[in-house]
């Protein structure tokens, strides 16, 4: 079981957005047969998606 974890983001403007992961949706991809790396860049890219739409960060974001 994968535990949830976070990620921290900046943007150009200086903004910073600490984005969540769930363990639990990695854990899905893996039992589809996707390997651990790339169902956490699935789940991570994922989320990073949502906080653009939010409007917590900017598409230009990198981590921190």
């Known amino acids: ?3 949830d974890y976070t990620i921290k983001m900046q ?3 200086g903004r910073i957005a600490v984005i969540g992961v769930n363990g639990a949706s990695i ?3 893996i039992a589809t047969g996707l ?3 790339e169902a ?3 789940i991570e890219d994922n ?3 949502v906080a653009i739409r939010l ?7 990198f981590l921190i």
Do not use: R
């Open 11 to 13: 943007d150009s403007t």
């Open 27 to 29: 854990d899905e991809m």
């Open 47 to 49: 989320s990073f998606e």
């Open 1 to 3: 079981m994968t535990k």
């Open 40 to 42: 956490k860049q699935a």
């Open 55 to 61: 409007g917590e960060i900017g598409a230009d974001a």
């Open 35 to 37: 390997p651990l790396s």
